[in-house]
């Protein structure tokens, strides 16, 4: 028998968090995912649900309202949550722009969102992708002018995670735009604000309990306080710095959801029957099931050193970027190949594994498309 693997950084204290996140996982995310599914989006309910039991700022001081934890504690909240097989409860995001706001925000604008964030009161969105570019960000094109106070912003922007459920986004829009990357800035809009304005939720192959959706800003006038860390043209350099822990996220999440697939494999193997024996007992389904744990262990290893990293405050955007590109392909062929043992079962939504299998394939193409993961890293090499 296999030991049941704990990876050097999962203290008592996070064993029994983790088992707490699980429980939430199971007992709620797991019956709600269908049916989030069906209405394209979580409930205000679920965020308020996260916010109390303290997973949606894991790692931001309490002073914040975060839950004072490390990134451990960020990190097994991804894991569980690519387990669960949950798409609803885009809580990566709210933890994105949490960090954003921590890390780069002035004081003033720490106190205004974070508690909310942490509560769950508070949706958070980050509007990069526009219709025209979306690996190129230094080609956005929506405009934030400075008048007076204030900014005004004109652009259009796409394929915005809680796009519909939102009350704050943060915007990347050019300030300057004859100064290239050093034209574009991170203001945080207020949903609320006249002139924002939410376009439709988005048909998706996967991932259809998020609120993906279009985002409009028609002459969306906000203070000019709302420039985040309160300073011109440094928004490229802040998604150059904040992106690393997002891709992070993204690779724990893919360790988790493999596994997950793995774990419903292994069971449906041993009960499903053909020609008078259980799959498990075919030596291509032991091969197969051989192949994918051993996937998983790799993908479990590497995604660990990655947190270590983070938790040391050592990890550096290459790293971030190999394992983004390398752990979110090993699961789409992971959960690929236990799809296949469960027959046609595996292609209906109603199992577990289907749903993964289509959520899957959109981690190869946001938080920066693999193969710009790859000429992230080649480019050091
Ligand atoms: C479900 C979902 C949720 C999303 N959530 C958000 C969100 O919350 N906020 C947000 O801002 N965006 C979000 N996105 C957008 C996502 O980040 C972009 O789709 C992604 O960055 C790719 O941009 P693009 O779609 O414009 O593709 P393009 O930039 O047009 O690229 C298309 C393809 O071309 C290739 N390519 C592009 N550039 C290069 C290169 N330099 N070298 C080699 N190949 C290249 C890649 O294969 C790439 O996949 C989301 C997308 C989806 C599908």
Redesign the pocket.
């Known amino acids: 028998m296999l030991k049941p693997y704990k990876p050097a950084w999962m203290t008592e204290d996070l064993v029994q968090f983790n088992d707490s996140v699980r429980r939430f996982s199971k007992e709620y995310l797991e019956p709600n995912d269908i049916k989030w599914r069906q209405e394209k989006m979580a409930s205000r309910d679920a965020w308020r649900k996260a916010g109390e039991l303290g997973i949606i700022l894991p790692d931001v001081p309490d002073t914040y309202g975060g839950s004072g934890g490390t990134p451990a504690h960020a990190a097994v909240v991804f894991w569980e949550l690519g387990y669960s097989g949950n798409s609803g409860l885009a809580l990566g995001?709210n933890h994105i722009v949490g960090h954003y706001i921590l890390n780069c925000g002035t004081e003033e604008q720490k106190q205004r969102w974070l508690p909310g964030i942490a509560s769950g009161e508070i949706v958070a969105?980050?509007?990069?992708?526009e219709p025209g570019?979306?690996?190129?960000l230094q080609a956005v094109r929506t405009r934030a002018e400075r008048r007076g106070d204030s900014y005004v912003i004109n652009g259009a922007?796409t394929?915005?995670?809680?796009g519909q459920l939102c009350d704050v986004v943060i915007v990347v829009a050019k300030t300057d735009p004859a100064l290239g990357a050093k034209g574009i800035s991170l203001i945080i809009v207020d949903t609320n604000t006249p002139g924002f304005q939410r376009g439709k939720v988005l048909e998706?192959l996967g991932?259809e309990g998020?609120d993906?959706s279009e985002m409009f800003f028609d002459d969306c006038t906000v203070p000019a306080d709302c420039l985040l860390g309160g300073h011109e043209g440094r928004g490229f350099y802040q998604l150059m710095e904040q992106l690393p822990f997002e891709r992070a996220q993204l690779a724990i999440q893919a360790s988790g959801a493999m596994t997950r697939a793995l774990d419903l494999t292994v069971d449906y193997v041993k009960e499903r029957h053909a020609f008078g024996k259980p799959l498990i007992d075919f030596q291509n389904t032991r091969f197969v099931l051989a192949d994918v744990k051993a996937t998983v262990t790799a993908t479990r290893a590497f995604t660990d050193m990655v947190v270590q990293q983070w938790i040391d405050g050592t990890l550096d955007p290459v790293t971030a970027s190999m394992a983004k590109f390398w752990c979110t392909e090993r699961q789409c062929e992971v959960i690929d190949r236990c799809l296949q043992l469960f027959g046609g079962y595996g292609y209906m939504k109603e199992y577990p594994i289907a749903r993964l299998y289509a959520d899957a394939r959109?981690q190869r193409?946001?938080?920066?498309?693999n193969?710009?993961q790859r000429?992230l890293v080649g480019r050091q090499l």
Request: no cysteine; aromatic share 8%; net charge negative.
């Open positions: 995001l969105a980050i509007a990069m992708t570019t979306g690996s190129d922007k394929f915005i995670t809680n998706k991932m998020q993906t959109v193409i946001y938080g920066g498309a193969e710009i000429e």
